[in-house]
Every structure is written in structure tokens, then in C-alpha cells.
């Protein structure tokens, strides 16, 4: 797995934690880091402008995101600043701790 400390850029926040993300090594997709950081952070994946490698580099395609090491940290810049519209309650297999490769697990 790889870690990487995601949040959402937000100035006008005195708190503004990062939070620590799992990714599969052998998924390492923009499409991946997008989904599970939306997942983690409660954001609608439509409203995430852009993903930005603090301090000043955009995030564009796998290939940027297949360089990424552990403990980088990255911002969600998002579109629209209307609190009501960025958020959504994520479903349950996408809610912190779930582990795709556990849930499929049988006993």
C-alpha cells in the first residue's frame, strides 16, 4: 500500500488536518486516488477541480500518481464553495476502513 496525507484546500479554515489514505500499489490510477480520496474526505468526486502535490504541482494523469511516495501530501481544490453542495454521505463500502480486498474475503 501506499500512504499519502490528502485534504481539502480550504484558506479560510483555522484547522485544516490532513488525513492518512491507502492506495493499492497495483492501482495507482488518477481515477483511484480521486475516488478514495472523495471517499475518505466526504466530497463529491464532480465538484474536486483539481488534485494538487503541495506545494505547487498538479496532478494530472497516472503517470504523476504512479510517482507519488509515501507520506506526500495533497489537496483537493475544489470548484464550487457552497458547503451544502460539496459534501455527501458516502455509502457504506466507501466510509473510512473498508477494505475492498477484505470484503470479498469468504470463510
Known amino acids: 500500500e501506499l500512504v499519502l496525507k490528502v485534504r481539502i484546500q480550504n484558506l479560510s479554515l483555522r484547522e485544516n488536518d490532513f488525513i492518512e489514505i491507502e492506495l493499492d500499489r497495483q492501482e495507482l490510477t488518477y481515477k483511484e486516488l480521486l475516488r478514495v480520496s472523495c471517499c475518505e474526505l466526504g466530497v463529491n468526486p464532480e465538484h474536486v477541480e483539481k488534485i494538487r502535490k503541495l506545494p505547487n504541482t498538479v496532478l494530472r494523469k497516472d503517470k504523476d500518481v504512479a510517482r507519488l511516495q509515501d507520506f506526500q501530501e495533497l489537496e483537493l481544490v475544489l ?21 475492498k480486498k477484505a470484503s470479498e474475503l469468504t470463510y
Do not use: A, I
Open 79 to 99: 470548484t464550487v464553495s457552497d458547503k451544502n453542495l460539496l459534501f455527501r454521505v458516502p455509502t457504506l463500502s466507501e466510509r473510512g476502513g473498508y477494505n
